[in-house]
């Protein structure tokens, strides 16, 4: 099992980003994906979910509204979509597949002018 995260980078606020997560060893349609955040000193954050054909979307209240998450079966690619940014969403951004327990490496977003 294998998540690779790209798309990460430095951006002024209010800019947007796209990450991207490629998906290997195993069904990726038939598994539930997750966006996780981590910034220095806090707690790694649940960011946005979603389920196996993409009909159902959960996201962190601080995030509702600026970010998407979506994917696409036929590339095993989860996406997320990172809109009107702010300094605070400066983290490293993880994907995760809970029912493999699988993580990727991260890729860093900062937000700052």
């Known amino acids: 099992v294998q998540l690779v995260e790209s798309g990460g980078g430095l951006v002024q606020p209010g800019g947007s980003l796209r990450l991207s997560c490629a998906a290997s060893?195993?069904?990726?349609?038939?598994?539930?994906m997750r966006w996780y955040r981590q910034a220095p000193g806090k707690e790694r954050e649940l960011v946005a979910h979603?389920?196996?054909?993409?009909?159902?979307?959960n996201y962190a209240d601080s995030v509702k509204g600026r970010f998407t998450i979506s994917r696409d079966n036929a590339k095993n690619t989860v996406y997320l979509q990172l809109n009107n940014l702010k300094p605070d969403d400066s983290a490293v951004y993880y994907c995760n597949c809970p029912t493999r327990n699988a993580w990727g490496q991260g890729t860093q977003v900062t937000v700052s002018s």
């Open positions: 060893g195993f069904t990726f349609s038939q598994y539930n």
């Open positions: 979603i389920t196996t054909a993409g009909a159902i979307t």
